[in-house]
């Protein structure tokens, strides 16, 4: 990838990279990836960073040794932690004549359209006054319910929120290998066009990488490519580890799809946690596939409890095919399973949508982890 080819870009930063153990940030680290965001900006890339650190800062302030954290542990030391972590990365920035700005979000704050909204309106003003701005997730108020846990899912969806062209996930290795990476036969997969079961696969063997592992950094490129983004693993032990993967071929490059999806369907592609799961018939497979919206007909059945307008998945043969909001909560959906739309009207005693997901509120996937 040549980085003419790149106008904005996400780089996620594990805390593996950016904490000396028990010593606190690794200030050479942080000026490495300075001097490669200050180029960056000189080639005309913006630059929005997702951090990782704030608890194992805090859990040095504290000296908490254990390697778990309770929910509550682990918030107190993120709220002491993300003082130190922003003020690194503002004093680290700033030796390159760049400012740094902190936004804290949590896993509501993406899955909530009107405070998705919000959260890129106030990260695109940021990039305007020529900001970095610096996004970890805000761990002092999520609630174990719904949280990332990662940030390499929350980097893959803030790259969708941004409509970035490339997403940089900087890791302790060079990329994804085929077997663990231990293994001296194993082989660094250098392209990645679709994340199929066998990519997967190679995922599960690779062992555990920081607290996120590969498997969420396969979570993160399915998310990622979906919304039209590229996205790269690589390793952010070399000297200037941006510029690297970019220009030198290093790491593993997941290839995006949908280059063409409109802000709301990426939006919806990108979901952690829909509210429930739509299980269709082969017909109505067929014609969402062609485009079309999905009719009650074609529903065999649904698990979930869900309101009207949330995002829910919809599969069919035990296979997720596509994501979408509904027009109708699931007390009114299980009365008009499998009927016509002109009953439904009689049936429910109104009749304000005929489609129970239009295809304008659809993204349609397909069988993308089929072998």
Known sequence: MKIKEINRMVVKIGSSLLIDKNKGVNNNFLNNISEDILSLKKGGIETLIVSSGAIELGKIELNKTKEKLNLSESQAASSIGQIKLINAWRDS???????????????????????????????????????????????????????????????????????????????????????????????????????????????????????????????????????????????????????????????????????????LKSWISGSIKPSGEINIDNGANLALENGKSLLSAGIIDFDGEFDKGDTVTIKSGNKEIARGLTNFNSNDLSKIIGKKSEEIEEILGYLAKTEVIHRNNLFYSGNMDED
């Open 93 to 263: 920035l700033g030796k390159f004549d760049l400012n740094a700005a902190q936004i804290l979000i949590t896993a509501e704050d993406t899955e909530n359209r009107k405070r998705f909204l919000n959260a890129r309106s106030t990260i695109e003003e940021l990039v305007r006054e020529k900001y970095v701005p610096i996004i970890n997730e805000n761990d002092t108020v999520a609630t174990s319910e719904i949280r990332y846990g990662d940030n390499d899912r929350l980097a893959a969806r803030i790259a969708g929120m941004v409509a970035a062209d490339c997403l940089i996930l900087l890791s302790n290795v060079e990329g994804l290998y085929e077997k663990d990476p231990s293994n001296e036969e194993s082989k660094l997969v250098n392209n990645v066009e679709i994340i199929d079961k066998r990519i997967i696969d190679m995922a599960g063997e690779a062992g555990e990488l920081g607290r996120g592992g590969m498997i969420t950094k396969i979570e993160a490129a399915k998310i990622a490519t979906k919304s039209g983004c590229q996205m790269i693993i690589s390793s952010g032990r070399i000297k200037n580890p941006i510029l690297s993967s970019l220009n030198d071929g290093i790491g593993t490059v997941f290839q995006s799809q949908n280059k063409n999806l409109s802000a």
